[in-house]
Nanobody, 114 residues
Framework: VQLQAFGGGLVQAGGSLRLSCVAS????????GGWYRQAPGKQRELVAS???????NYVDSVKGRFTISRDSAKNTMYLQMNSLTSEDTAVYYC?????????WGQGTLVTVSS
């Protein structure tokens, strides 16, 4: 299984970006989907997740600004990011889990200029 993440880029503070993570197989049966980020000098953190039932969870710092979603018809998971700040600058990674196996996408860089 391959995951391809894209949608990152340079955006001004207050702006928006939508990240996409496209899977090479159906995501209808994933147990878990998540977006992580890693800022320079910091550990990778889970930013948003979505369960098989569609339950979503967010780290406190992005609540109310980021939205995770998935479109099984397109085998794609999204992260809509609004009201971006410089603190959101990081490389963003997607992860999906089928049964007990995790697959990661390559990172996509998000840079927020203040």
């Amino acid at each position: 299984v391959q995951l391809q993440a894209f949608g990152g880029g340079l955006v001004q503070a207050g702006g928006s970006l939508r990240l996409s993570c496209v899977a090479s197989r159906s995501i209808f049966s994933i147990n878990f989907g998540g977006w992580y980020r890693q800022a320079p000098g910091k550990q990778r953190e889970l930013v948003a997740s979505i369960s098989s039932s569609g339950t979503t969870n967010y780290v406190d710092s992005v609540k109310g600004r980021f939205t995770i979603s998935r479109d099984s018809a397109k085998n794609t998971m999204y992260l809509q990011m609004n009201s971006l700040t410089s603190e959101d600058t990081a490389v963003y990674y997607c992860k999906m889990r089928w049964v007990w196996t995790d697959f990661w996408g390559q990172g996509t860089l998000v840079t927020v200029s203040s």
